[in-house]
T-cell receptor
Framework: DGGITQSPKYLFRKEGQNVTLSCEQN?????MYWYRQDPGQGLRLIYY???????QKGDIAEGYSVSREKKESFPLTVTSAQKNPTAFYLC????????????FGPGTRLLVL | AQSVAQPEDQVNVAEGNPLTVKCTYS??????LFWYVQYPNRGLQFLLK??????LVKGSYGFEAEFNKSQTSFHLKKPSALVSDSALYFC??????????????FGRGTQLTVWP
């Protein structure tokens, strides 16, 4: 987990509410990723960013939004359009050059009230 | 399209016995292969990777994996399992070319349980 922090560890969302998950890294990595993990489904890619001020949709981007204004930060907003947000959310980063090893944060568990 | 299959949802092994967690992949171009481990309510920890070179790669905590190009497999192994190895294991692959360069594709995970 070293070098990547995610907060909060647990997050509760009310109906119709937008919530934002924080991801910060001090590894000087260019690329950052957001994954959603549900039991038995592995990791599914939500959004990724190869460089500041640029990001691409992954496989399940609907109901989510991101920004990449700083190299160190890649926050994920879960909007009210995401009807089933309960999951474990993982942020990762990697160097743009090199072999592509991604390093993960400790995760945020989102629960719906 | 890139994909990874982990054919076993669960692997059970007695402590002290060898363990194998299976992974097969499909990728265009040359594969870069990775194994990660996840403990409950934690992020993924990198275990080992194959990029090029020797087909047998060694990683953290005594784990190793063998790359087999003809069988498109990258099975994770350990000669003697420990109870503390019990965790969820993910195999991942990326390609060395194309528009999805840098993106990892993950298997669904295999839950390893080591019995004392």
């Amino acid at each position: 987990d070293g070098g990547i922090t995610q907060s909060p560890k647990y997050l509760f969302r009310k109906e119709g509410q937008n919530v934002t998950l924080s991801c910060e890294q001090n590894l000087n990595h260019d690329a950052m990723y957001w994954y959603r993990q549900d039991p038995g489904q592995g990791l599914r890619l939500i959004y990724y960013s190869q460089i500041v001020n640029d990001f691409q949709k992954g496989d399940i981007a609907e109901g989510y939004s991101v920004s990449r204004e700083k190299k160190e930060s890649f926050p994920l907003t879960v909007t009210s359009a995401q009807k089933n947000p309960t999951a474990f959310y993982l942020c990762a980063s990697r160097e743009t050059s090199g072999d592509g090893t991604q390093y993960f944060g400790p995760g945020t568990r989102l629960l719906v009230l | 399209a890139q994909s990874v299959a982990q054919p076993e949802d669960q692997v059970n092994v007695a402590e002290g016995n060898p363990l194998t967690v299976k992974c097969t992949y499909s990728v265009s171009g040359n594969p870069y292969l990775f194994w990660y481990v996840q403990y409950p309510n934690r992020g993924l920890q990198f275990l080992l990777k194959y990029i090029t070179g020797d087909n047998l790669v060694k990683g953290s905590y005594g784990f190793e994996a063998e790359f087999n190009k003809s069988q498109t497999s990258f099975h994770l192994k350990k000669p003697s399992a420990l109870v503390s190895d019990s965790a969820l294991y993910f195999c991942a692959v990326r390609t060395d070319r194309g528009s999805t360069l840098g993106r990892l594709y993950f298997g669904r995970g295999t839950q390893l349980t080591v019995w004392p």
